[in-house]
């Protein structure tokens, strides 16, 4: 039987409701058994869901649209600046329901999230930008030096709000995250390789999975900021897949504690795309 490999396992979280897929939820569940009963499963994570829509979950769960034995892995979103008594009224009606696993929650940083969700659900605090990201990045640290289950989170996608943050915004992140907390990335990332791509039939630049596996593991050793920048930036895919092909388990197993997840809308895309290159999930 084929296992997922130590590259790709959990890398990949179901992100299929928010921009720019927009997926309903009754069809995003349904794409999610599919997900759990493909070959690719072991690369896959939990469904993000918004804190917003915990009742059309459990609504959508009474359709029979979750086809499956195991409970519904999900893991719930609070973008910054949701109420938090929005998110933690979702996770008790959500942990409530034997047919969900909550894997985890994410929200954006706020200065008192800590005493607000104390506990073990693991949580995924988004990085602001400006002056409040030094504060943030310290709370965060602190808690995962505690022992508390949690990472930073960073957009490297644009909003309305959220210009896209270039080669060196994003390395900058990694130079400063990588080494003393485990991040997970959101937005953006929709392919395997840096490039030009269109979103929403709108060309829009995007960061490559695969340049962030690369850069993440130059940045655990110290590289320097042209060198991680310098990875972000490479647009041939075979070059990057035969730096990743050389890795010893060790750099995988570092890489992969660092860089825990991204969330992603087209989930199969960056796979294939990955898989082409010579980097499929399964092994055998």
Known sequence: MPTTTPLLRALVDDAA???????????AVTAHARHRAAPYAGAVGPL???????????????????????????????????????LRGALDRLVADPRVHV????????????????????????????????????QVRAAHREGRPVVLKFRTGPTPT?????EDELASFLRRVAV?????????????????????????ENHGVLNVLVATAAALDAGSPEEVRGLLAVRDGGALAELVGAWTP???????????AYGCC????????LAALGLPAQEH
């Open 48 to 86: 993000l869901v918004p804190a917003a829509s915990a009742d059309d979950l459990l609504r959508v769960l009474d359709e029979g649209r979750w086809a499956r034995d195991e409970a519904l892995a999900v893991a719930v979103v609070a973008r910054p600046g949701v109420d938090v008594r929005i």
């Open 103 to 138: 894997a985890g929650a994410e929200l954006g940083w706020y200065p008192g999230w800590y005493d607000d969700l104390a506990g073990d659900l693991p949580l995924a605090v988004e990085l602001p930008r400006g002056p409040g990201a030094d504060h943030a990045f310290a």
């Open 266 to 273: 087209t989930v199969t895309d960056p796979l294939g795309e």
């Open 250 to 260: 060790d750099t995988t197993a570092r890489v992969r504690a660092a860089f825990t």
């Open 162 to 166: 959220w210009p896209w943050p270039d």
């Open 17 to 27: 409701v928010f921009p720019p897929g927009n997926s309903p939820l009754a069809g």
């Open 180 to 204: 003393e907390v485990p991040f997970k990335l959101t937005g953006g990332l929709h392919h395997a390789v840096r490039g030009s791509h269109p979103v929403a039939g709108v060309a829009q």
